[in-house]
């Protein structure tokens, strides 16, 4: 029951987080059926539930009878803003990136050891789209997001999957500023090319080290200063 108890916080800040941090969900929006939120989170409806009734009682959410969960609509930006944690730091994209460079290699190596068959499998599917995208010349940000966050879920490691949503800033501008240089894009596309083929051979030392020049690459080229 305790670690029902505590499990519950974990998701009610997830999705927190899918509000404050990712602007999935903005006020008045209906969250996905319990079934389909239950299952993306890899969690019971039980424990969604829960974690749905912290977030109603702190009054971030809404039960709305036959309709569904709604992010309430008098909500303000102000109360979101509050509970953003970035929101109180002036947050660059030199700071980001020095933490994605501290962050995600190690991330990367891990996930190479520990991914499930299926996890992994995700993450190559997630690295082709991103070269689709790029290649049809398409927004691709959201598909970064997914590729680095299930990498970073594949590792196993719960306080890793929390760090991701401030990661999410970094990524945004990296695909901003990498759209207005080709060779950064050229880059982007060999370099995950190369952390997906680490990956997928179950070598972790090359994966963080594919992962590693990824980064070095987007701060030489991107002029992160």
């Given at each position: 029951?305790?670690?029902?108890?505590?499990?519950?916080?974990?998701?009610?800040?997830?999705?927190?987080?899918?509000?404050?941090?990712?602007?999935?969900?903005?006020?008045?929006?209906k969250?996905?059926n319990?079934?389909?939120?239950?299952?993306?989170?890899?969690?019971?409806?039980?424990?969604?539930?829960e974690?749905?009734r912290?977030?109603?009682?702190n009054?971030?959410?809404?039960?709305?009878?036959?309709?569904?969960?709604?992010?309430?609509?008098?909500?303000?930006?102000?109360?979101?803003?509050?509970?953003?944690?970035?929101?109180?730091?002036?947050?660059?994209a030199?700071?980001?990136?020095?933490?994605?460079?501290i962050?995600?290699?190690?991330?990367?190596?891990?996930?190479?050891?520990?991914?499930?068959?299926?996890?992994?499998?995700?993450?190559?599917?997630?690295?082709?789209?991103?070269?689709?995208?790029?290649?049809?010349?398409?927004?691709?940000?959201?598909?970064?997001?997914?590729?680095?966050?299930?990498?970073?879920?594949?590792?196993?490691?719960?306080?890793?999957?929390?760090?991701?949503?401030?990661?999410y800033?970094?990524?945004?501008?990296?695909?901003?500023?990498?759209?207005?240089?080709?060779?950064?894009?050229?880059?982007?596309?060999i370099?995950?090319?190369?952390?997906?083929?680490?990956m997928?051979?179950?070598?972790?030392?090359?994966?963080?080290?594919?992962?590693?020049?990824?980064?070095?690459?987007?701060?030489k080229?991107?002029?992160?200063?």
């Amino acid at each position: 029951m305790a670690y029902e108890k505590r499990l519950s916080d974990r998701v009610a800040d997830d999705i927190l987080n899918m509000i404050t941090i990712e602007k999935r969900f903005l006020p008045g929006d209906k969250l996905p059926n319990e079934n389909d939120l239950s299952k993306e989170l890899d969690i019971s409806r039980t424990t969604l539930r829960e974690a749905i009734r912290i977030l109603v009682t702190n009054g971030i959410l809404e039960i709305k009878r036959g309709l569904g969960t709604f992010v309430r609509e008098d909500i303000s930006v102000e109360k979101l803003n509050e509970l953003n944690p970035l929101s109180s730091a002036k947050v660059n994209a030199k700071d980001l990136y020095e933490m994605r460079l501290i962050f995600e290699p190690e991330a990367a190596y891990l996930a190479t050891l520990r991914a499930t068959d299926d996890e992994l499998k995700k993450i190559l599917k997630l690295g082709e789209k991103i070269e689709e995208k790029i290649r049809k010349g398409e927004d691709r940000t959201e598909v970064e997001q997914e590729f680095h966050k299930s990498i970073a879920k594949a590792t196993h490691n719960e306080f890793m999957n929390k760090l991701m949503p401030v990661i999410y800033e970094a990524i945004d501008k990296g695909v901003v500023l990498s759209e207005e240089k080709e060779i950064a894009i050229q880059d982007t596309v060999i370099d995950h090319r190369m952390i997906v083929e680490f990956m997928e051979a179950r070598n972790a030392e090359g994966a963080k080290n594919a992962m590693k020049i990824h980064i070095l690459h987007a701060i030489k080229e991107l002029d992160i200063e």
